[in-house]
């Protein structure tokens, strides 16, 4: 295979704006995430790099309008009956911006691992086949609007129309999932570790590729008019099936990792932590927090069941294993909290459990069995306070946590061994109704 | 080899019909096209080079109709194209250029890059083979098109006007590379020139409103010319009383 390209750089516009693309690429990605520190997981990492796409494109999209410019002559006009397939031409005139775009991706990725060490396991590549078909709709986008306009108007139209598909001004208040067919939001996808970046959300953009790519064949097979016709048709029906396969997704293209994913410590509970947790320092940490509120639930009577799993897609509440929020960065007395708010939303019976303070048997209940679970006095409070926040109303988030323990009026063991075992009762007698 | 064009009917979009069931056959090569503007020359060699698809009707070459895509993209694989306008791309030196059109014409580009600098010596251009295409004189890049078509190494050689726009030295300097290349591909030309047909050409069609007038051997060709015609002015003669005798509705 030569080295030598078939565009040499000296005729090359897409090379020339290469470089400005990696750039801007990298600046946009550092200046947004620099400050931000996502759980040590790989897929959040290579996610980020979204990031730096919004402002890298439109840029790449002007280079391709300039390269289709310069192509035309050779591939519309009447110069040489040409036999090469329009994707190739496409391809020759336009890698080096793909190129840029995948080692600006590239290169956000090395750095992220440098700066926050990722934990074990694999990331999610697909995301790398999204951000293809992403760098495809504008970079082709591009090339057909320099295809068929002057120089002075594709070249600013080119970077103004992939600017406004980030950007998503047509979609204002329009169901927010829909903003996930040009792919621009999953850079927030999955910072959580229990998170992962939703298919249909990867594979909305990727359609919009395809979309592009058969309206670049269309359009240098047929003649003028079938050619616009066919073209803007494959475009329309690229998008429309993108917004039906898009629809349903959240607004960060994330969703919830599978059971699957977990891995459990053999131990009694058994708990389960996604692969990036375990084999941590963190992930240890967060399973020996479990295993020692579990000891002492038991000894406090606290019911538990056999398994915990850090939550995921498959959590449910009739499950027999307990969907906990377990994250990596999590304190003691947040993986307590999070433990008992766990416990008492997962009985599917609604508590009858009669507490005589204001801010209600849905604070009162999660702060008790925190507190049976070996949670400090006032350390699980925030956490508790922030979960149950809305319940009570907004003025919770006004008290400290002396206050708010005051208001909760279970200070002694014999007070919250009350509550505790009303709350038993109460889930028992439900139970029992149910069955019955 | 035989060139036929068989009941091609073809027209431009929101334009009168350039052919209506044109029949044409060429058993001879080189061969050229003769006619007045707006005879329908360069619309029957972009048809013979698959450039433009008929509305109906077949080119056949050598037995083999061009009917389907697959044919089509042979035909134009076999064969090499000069247009009337040959332009310069923008940043590319000749050698480059010639190289990009074969490699347009499905060719592997190292053999395009190697096949170019043989293209560019046999129409004498290789001083200048690292010179940007933008700067060649008007000569020079009509030249530099013939290059380009000669890059795939073509069976059939198809030159829209070659000499339009020459100077008189220039014309002499194409002349004398078309009949090099005449041993090694079958040529269709386009032409207003008529001074070199008995030198270079073995057919001739004359065209006329996308009608055929004639198409036969450049001997038979020569029959409208006077016997006693100065040799240099026969063609040109013989060109005029076809036409003419067309006119007034006399069978060629």
């Known amino acids: ?436 | 080899m035989t060139l036929r064009f068989r009941r091609i009917s073809f027209a431009y979009k929101h334009s009168r019909p350039v052919f209506e069931e044109l029949n044409l056959t060429i058993d001879a090569f080189p061969a050229v096209i003769l006619g007045p503007n707006g005879a329908g020359k360069s619309t029957l060699l972009s048809l013979l080079c698959g450039q433009l698809e008929p509305e109906s009707g077949a080119v056949v070459v050598d037995g083999v109709s061009e009917h389907t895509k697959r044919a089509v993209r042979t035909l134009r694989r076999r064969t090499g194209w000069l247009p009337q306008e040959v332009k310069a791309l923008p940043g590319f030196t000749t050698r480059q250029q010639v190289a990009y059109a074969g490699w347009l014409k499905g060719m592997g580009y190292k053999n395009a890059w190697a096949n170019a600098l043989d293209a560019l010596r046999r129409v004498d251009l290789e001083a200048s083979i690292n010179r940007p295409s933008g700067s060649l004189s008007g000569g020079q890049r009509r030249r530099l098109g013939v290059a380009q078509a000669l890059v795939v190494n073509p069976q059939y050689l198809v030159l829209d006007e070659p000499y339009a726009g020459l100077d008189p030295e220039q014309r002499s300097v194409m002349r004398g590379t078309l009949q090099d290349l005449s041993d090694s591909c079958q040529i269709v030309t386009s032409t207003h020139q008529t001074d070199d047909l008995e030198d270079i050409y073995r057919w001739v069609v004359i065209l006329e409103s996308g009608h055929v007038h004639f198409s036969g051997s450049t001997q038979d060709f020569y029959v409208y010319a006077l016997p006693e015609t100065p040799s240099s002015l026969k063609a040109e003669l013989a060109y005029r009383n076809v036409l003419k005798e067309r006119r007034a509705g006399t069978p060629a």
């Open chain 1, 1 to 436: 295979m030569s080295l030598r390209p078939v565009i040499s750089p000296r005729a090359s516009p897409a090379l020339w704006f290469a470089p400005l693309v990696f750039l801007l690429i990298l600046y946009a990605w550092w200046s947004i995430l620099s400050g931000t520190f996502p759980d040590p997981y790989l897929t959040a990492y290579v996610a980020h790099a979204d990031d730096g796409l919004g402002y890298g494109l439109p840029i790449a999209a002007g280079g391709a309008a300039w390269a289709a410019r310069r192509a035309r002559r050779s591939v519309v006009g009447r110069w040489a009956a040409v036999i090469r397939s329009p994707l190739r031409i496409f391809w020759a005139h336009t890698w080096p911006l793909f190129a840029s775009v995948g080692l600006a991706v590239l290169v956000t990725v090395v750095i992220e691992i440098a700066r926050l060490a990722p934990g074990p396991g694999v990331p999610n590549l697909w995301l790398l086949v999204t951000y293809l078909g992403m760098a495809t709709v504008a970079i082709g986008g591009g090339w057909l609007i320099g295809l068929i306009m002057p120089l002075p108007i594709s070249l600013p139209l080119a970077i103004f129309a992939a600017f406004e598909w980030v950007t998503y001004p047509l979609l204002d208040g329009a169901n927010v999932s829909w903003r996930n067919i040009a792919g621009y939001d999953l850079f927030t996808c999955c910072d959580a570790v229990n998170l992962q970046p939703d298919p249909r959300a990867l594979i909305a953009p990727l359609i919009v590729a395809l979309g592009i790519l058969g309206a670049i064949w269309l359009a240098a097979r047929l003649t003028w008019l079938l050619a616009a016709a066919t073209s803007v048709g494959a475009l329309g029906a690229a998008v429309v099936l993108s917004l039906i396969v898009a629809t349903g997704t959240n607004a960060y293209g994330g969703e919830l990792r599978p059971a699957a994913a977990l891995n459990c410590i053999d131990s009694a509970p058994t708990v389960c932590l996604f692969p990036e947790q375990l084999d941590t320092e963190d992930g240890a940490r967060i399973a020996k927090t479990v295993h020692t509120a579990a000891a002492i639930g038991i000894t406090h009577g606290v019911p538990l069941p056999d398994e915990i799993d850090a939550r995921n897609a498959n959590s449910r509440s009739d499950s027999a294993a307990l969907p906990v929020d377990l994250l990596s960065g999590m304190s003691s007395e947040q993986v307590i909290a999070s433990l008992a708010t766990s416990l008492y939303e997962s009985n599917r019976c609604r508590s009858s459990v009669e507490v005589r303070s204001t801010l209600g048997r849905d604070v009162v209940v999660p702060y008790v069995l925190a507190q049976e679970l070996g949670g400090s006095k006032y350390g699980v409070v925030p956490s508790i306070s922030f979960q149950q926040g809305e319940t009570p109303g907004a003025a919770i988030t006004n008290l400290t946590p002396k206050q708010i323990v005051e208001k909760l009026g279970v200070s002694s063991a014999a007070q919250r061994q009350a509550i505790l075992n009303q709350w038993k009762q109460s889930q028992a007698n439900c139970m029992k109704g149910k069955r019955n």
